[in-house]
């Protein structure tokens, strides 16, 4: 993932409204979302490559997602996937702020990450870019490739935009959640954060939506969890040329 938006406690009928964006090279072999052949609990995406997968949720409402940590170096070799944080999270029955504390423990090993969950209990990030992992009390957050909030154009944009959308009728914030997604729009170099990329990249990677015909958004996510506990996952997936070119639609309940 490289653009998470998260409204935690914020929605008077979905405690939970999650947004994320998924940026990848087209060239990396990947499944788009579905419950997992050997782990029936999980419904998620899965990168072919490693394993792994950038954001999920289980059928008893344990959920996380992560993104990258920009600073344009380079993965060091034999660091394990960022993507087996979201994994191993879903694939065991350990509450959110028991895997984050385990997760702060290894984090030296893996490349940069940041790394949401959540079950019943709360809503967990850490990341081994930041000083310590938090607890995140209700709000609105948003993520990016820097740290939690950092004020990025796209998660400011994002976060307005998804404070907007809450004041949808319930039918309505999914669409109006991916309206958000699909932005497109490009930050002014003024604006743009330093991560050690050129400035040419800098400017691609500031959109909400990235297209290009190697790199960009393969996926856009909207994940609402009702008070009922129902749970409604959207995933549309995404051409190298920025049309989307499927959707996946889940719903079930919490513990069914």
Known sequence: MCLILLAHGMHPRFP???????????????????????????????????????????????????????DGSRPQSG???????????LRNNTSGIDYVATVTSEAPRYHGFNLLVGDGDGVHYVSNRAGRSRDLAPGLYGLSNGL??????????????????????AAGVAEAVFAMLADRRIAADSA??????????ER???AAFISTLEYGTRASTVLLIADDGSVHFRER?????????GERRFDFRVGA
């Open 16 to 70: 939970l409204v999650m947004a994320a964006n998924r940026d990848e090279f087209f060239s990396r072999s990947t499944v788009g979302a579905q419950f997992w052949p050997g782990h029936p609990q999980v419904l998620a995406g899965r990168d072919l490559e490693k394993g792994g997968t950038w954001m999920g949720i289980t059928r008893d409402g344990r959920w996380a997602a992560v993104t990258n940590f920009r």
């Open 79 to 89: 660091s394990p996937s960022r993507g087996e944080l979201v994994a191993g999270y």
């Open 148 to 169: 939690l909030d950092e004020p990025w154009p796209k998660v400011e944009q994002g976060k307005r935009a998804l404070r907007a959308a809450l004041d949808n009728e």
């Open 192 to 201: 743009l954060p330093r991560t050690g990329v050129s400035l040419e990249w």
């Open 204 to 206: 691609t990677l500031s």
């Open 237 to 245: 997936s995404f051409s190298p040329a920025g049309v989307q070119t």
